[in-house]
T-cell receptor, first 117, second 114 residues
Framework: DAGVTQSPTHLIKTRGQQVTLRCSPI?????VSWYQQVLGQGPQFIFQ???????GRGNFPDRFSARQFPNYSSELNVNALLLGDSALYLC????????????????FGPGTRLTVL | QQQVKQSPQSLIVQKGGISIINCAYE??????FPWYQQFPGKGPALLIA?????SEKKEGRFTISFNKSAKQFSLHIMDSQPGDSATYFC?????????????FGEGTQLTVNP
């Protein structure tokens, strides 16, 4: 089975532009989360979506938005790009939003490397 | 707010040696503690994870030790191999009705010399 896939792999934008990143979860997974990983740091949580609804949001400005589609794929949008938005954007999928029987393990994709000039 | 602190930032060990990475957390509500391994150009991959109801979990050469009272946990890599050279992240989350969100440490760059 295919893992989490993300597109594009790399992206170069200039300040003020807008960008859309895409994620396809593992087949059967209904939850998608987005993380930002700045070079040399650990990933930071941005959003979590489950069944097309936002279930969690990290400490990021309103320039960041996301959505989940009926096939559980997801898009992350960032408006008015700043130099500080340059990072690896990771998508993770998991099977259940909640589980009383087991841990809801998150599986990460390879990420999209965004460079803002 | 940094809720998971990881050390050391970098670690160099010889092949066959033991690699030890430590993490400390602040939020006592955390109830799931995974370790992720990340190679350059790749996303993080789950290595091993533990819940606070046990003090140790071993999977092959990888062991997590957990100290709930001290709010600390560590990863031990036995018989370290050059192929283990990667960045390791500890993380923590609260399993709740809104779904889990992972809080990561800042990472440890491990180099295993042949």
């Amino acid at each position: 089975d295919a893992g989490v896939t993300q597109s594009p792999t790399h992206l170069i934008k200039t300040r003020g532009q807008q960008v859309t990143l895409r994620c396809s979860p593992i087949s059967g997974h209904k939850s998608v989360s987005w993380y930002q990983q700045v070079l040399g740091q650990g990933p930071q949580f941005i959003f979590q979506y489950y069944e097309k609804e936002e279930r969690g949001r990290g400490n990021f400005p309103d320039r960041f938005s996301a959505r989940q589609f009926p096939n559980y794929s997801s898009e992350l949008n960032v408006n008015a790009l700043l130099l500080g938005d340059s990072a690896l954007y990771l998508c993770a999928s998991s099977l259940n939003r909640i589980s009383s029987l087991r841990t809801d393990t998150q599986y990460f994709g390879p990420g999209t490397r965004l460079t803002v000039l | 707010q940094q809720q998971v602190k990881q050390s050391p930032q970098s670690l160099i060990v010889q092949k066959g040696g033991i690699s030890i990475i430590n993490c400390a957390y602040e939020n006592t509500a955390f109830d799931y503690f995974p370790w992720y391994q990340q190679f350059p150009g790749k996303g993080p991959a789950l290595l091993i994870a533990i819940r606070p109801d046990v003090s140790e979990k071993k999977e092959g050469r990888f062991t997590i030790s957990f100290n709930k009272s001290a709010k600390q946990f560590s990863l031990h890599i036995m018989d370290s191999q050059p192929g283990d050279s990667a960045t390791y992240f500890c993380a923590a989350s609260v399993e709740e009705t809104s779904g889990s969100r992972l809080t990561f440490g800042e990472g440890t760059q491990l180099t295993v010399n042949p």
